[in-house]
C-alpha cells in the first residue's frame, strides 16, 4: 500500500464542525485518512460510515479504521447511492458528509490497475474493477467522433480530434490494450513534450468517462441535503474544473432555494506547504455548505 497523504485535512475537520459524538459519511473512504481524523475529533460516542466502490481499497480502510475510538461501518457501494445505503445502516440523517472527488493514490500507484500513464500496464482505469467497462473497451467500442467529444469535454484536450484520429487508426491494426501504448498515440499527436505530460489529459478524460464520474455526481446531488441534519454540512474537493463547476453550481441553487447556506463563497485550496509534501493536492479545491 503506497503512502496516503490526505489532502486538506486540517481544512476539512475544520469545515466538518465536528462536534463529540457526531455522526458522518465519508463517501468516498479511500484509505481513510479523513475519515480516522473525523473519528479522533468526533470521540468515543462519534460514528462514520465509510463508503467506497474500490473492494481492495475498502478492506484496508476498515483494519486502518478499527483502530479508531468510535464506531465506523465501510460499506462497499458508490456514493450516488448514499440516501439508500444510510437506510440500510438504519440512519436516517447525519452531521456532516464528506466527498473527496478523483482517484486514491493507491489507484495510481498500483500499476496493475491501469490508471497512470507513467508505468505499462493492462488499460482499465474502473475504480470498481468488477463494474462496468474498461478503457480498452471503450476505446474498442465508440466512433471517432464520440472519442474526440470526450476528450474535449471531459478534460479540454485541445487535440482531442488528432488524438481521437491517431487511435482509431491505431485499432484498425490492433487493438489498444496498454496504458504505454495510449501515452504514446498522445505524445505522438503533440510532436513534443511539453510543461505537463501529453497524455495527461487524455488519461483524465477516459478516466472519467468509464467511472461516470460526473453523472454520479449530479445523481448524489439529487438526495444530498436530505441525508444531512439541519446544521449538517456537505464537504465536496475536486480536483478538475468540470466537477468544481458542477459543486459550485449547484451549490448556488440550493443557496437561493433557501435550503443551505454557502460557507465558503471561493473554493478553499491547498497552501504552498502543503502541496510541497503533496504535489497530488495542487489541483485541489474545496466547497462547503451547511444545510438549513
Not at 32 to 48: D, F, T, V, W, Y
Not at 65 to 85: F, R, T
Not at 138 to 158: G, N, P, Q, T
Not at 162 to 184: D, G, M, N, P, Q
Amino acid at each position: 500500500m503506497s503512502k496516503h497523504i490526505p489532502v486538506l485535512l486540517n481544512e476539512v475537520i475544520e469545515a466538518l464542525n465536528i462536534q463529540p459524538g457526531g455522526s458522518f459519511v465519508d463517501g468516498t473512504l479511500g484509505c481513510a485518512g479523513h475519515s480516522k481524523a473525523i473519528l479522533e475529533k468526533a470521540g468515543p460516542e462519534g460514528c462514520l460510515i465509510g463508503i467506497d466502490r474500490d473492494k481492495e481499497i475498502l478492506e484496508f480502510a476498515k483494519e486502518s479504521l478499527q483502530e479508531q475510538e468510535g464506531s465506523s461501518v465501510c460499506v462497499w457501494g458508490n456514493y450516488k447511492d448514499m440516501k439508500k445505503i444510510l437506510e440500510n445502516e438504519k440512519t436516517n440523517q447525519v452531521d456532516g458528509i464528506l466527498l473527496d472527488l478523483g482517484v486514491s493514490s493507491f489507484q495510481i500507484d498500483t500499476r496493475e490497475r491501469g490508471f497512470s500513464f507513467m508505468q505499462d500496464a493492462e488499460l482499465d482505469m474502473r475504480m470498481n474493477p468488477n463494474e462496468g467497462e474498461s478503457v480498452q473497451d471503450l476505446l474498442h467500442r465508440i466512433s471517432e467522433k464520440e472519442l474526440a467529444d470526450i476528450l474535449y469535454e471531459y478534460a479540454d484536450e485541445r487535440r482531442s480530434r488528432r488524438i481521437a484520429k491517431l487511435i482509431v487508426e491505431k485499432r484498425k491494426k490492433k487493438a489498444i490494450t496498454r496504458t504505454s501504448e495510449l501515452a504514446e498515440l498522445a505524445i505522438k499527436a503533440y510532436g513534443r513534450r511539453g510543461k505537463s505530460h501529453p497524455a495527461t489529459r487524455t488519461f483524465q478524460a477516459l478516466r472519467i468517462a468509464v467511472n461516470n464520474e460526473l453523472e454520479n455526481l449530479h445523481t448524489f446531488f439529487q438526495n444530498s441535503l436530505s441525508c444531512l441534519k439541519p446544521k449538517g454540512r456537505l464537504c465536496i474537493i475536486s480536483y478538475h474544473s468540470l466537477e468544481d463547476r458542477a459543486v459550485k453550481l449547484q451549490f448556488r441553487e440550493w443557496a437561493k432555494e433557501k435550503s443551505c447556506e454557502l460557507i465558503t463563497k471561493k473554493p478553499i485550496v491547498p497552501n504552498i506547504s502543503e502541496v510541497k509534501v503533496n504535489n497530488r493536492s495542487r489541483s485541489a479545491k474545496m466547497r462547503i455548505c451547511e444545510k438549513l
